[in-house]
């Protein structure tokens, strides 16, 4: 079983839209969540880390359910410029490291 | 520029061959990962130091792997006899850990594309 499972998408939303994608972890044990986008052919870049309390930042929310071992992210009012691959991020597990998901990807249509 | 680098950018190499590559952390990060990623497919963790030391290797990293960081500055990893299946994008991150610390935001590099022919 992977250690993050995430939906590949792909998202196609037009602008303006509300978009969410799920990420699971399997290892209940696991301390930290984040996400990363990634543009294409770029390096993935720190999104948002993903606090127990849920955070938000602009039009962005992340919330974590430890019960469930589940992560969320959602995009209020989509903008082109949205448009990426967005990897879910969890540290723990086997060797405390750092597990990716495969990645989500988003398009944002004018 | 304070972030992330990565050298060579590109890598074209035939099977068989040797190639190396080197990633320069952010200088105050004490902790430096590989990791690979190919097209489709989420970074793929292979190894992590802290400081100096190499704390942790994937087990999925065949023995033609191997990587350094011998001052816990700059690290570089090595493939001995590429295969066409090393071709892929190879990343470097660096995060700034402490014992406490629980949330370790991890920065990337650019990666060095590896194309095995």
């Known amino acids: 079983r992977k250690e993050v499972e995430q939906d590949p998408g792909p998202f196609n939303v037009p602008e303006g839209a509300t978009v969410a994608f799920n990420c699971t972890y399997s290892?209940?044990?696991?301390?930290?969540f984040f996400w990363y986008r990634q543009d294409c052919r770029k390096e993935p870049k720190l999104l948002m880390s993903?606090?127990?309390s849920g955070n938000e930042d602009g039009r962005f929310t992340a919330q974590l359910n430890r019960a469930s071992q589940y992560i969320s992210l959602l995009i209020r009012d989509s903008k082109l410029s949205d448009s990426a691959t967005y990897l879910c991020?969890?540290?723990?597990?086997?060797?405390?490291?750092?597990?990716f998901g495969t990645g989500t990807s988003l398009t944002v249509i004018p | 520029d304070t972030g992330v680098s990565q050298d060579p950018r590109h890598k074209i190499t035939k099977r068989g061959q040797n190639v190396t590559f080197r990633c320069d952390p952010i200088?105050?990060?004490?902790?430096l990962y590989w990791y690979r990623q190919t097209l489709g497919q989420g970074p793929e963790f292979l190894t992590y130091?802290?400081?100096?030391?190499?704390?942790?290797k994937s087990r999925l990293l065949s023995d033609r792997f191997s990587a350094e960081r011998p001052k816990g500055s700059f690290s570089t990893l090595e493939i001995q006899r590429t295969e066409q299946g090393d071709s892929a994008m190879y990343l470097c991150?660096?995060?700034?850990?402490?014992?406490?610390?629980?949330?370790?935001?991890?920065?990337f590099g650019p990666g060095t594309r590896l194309t095995v022919l």
């Open positions: 991150a660096s995060s700034l850990g402490s014992g406490g610390a629980v949330n370790n935001e991890q920065f």
């Open positions: 290892n209940s044990a696991s301390q930290s």
């Open positions: 993903v606090y127990s």
């Open positions: 991020v969890v540290k723990g597990g086997p060797g405390n490291q750092f597990y």
């Open positions: 200088s105050e990060h004490n902790r």
């Open positions: 130091f802290q400081n100096e030391a190499q704390l942790e």
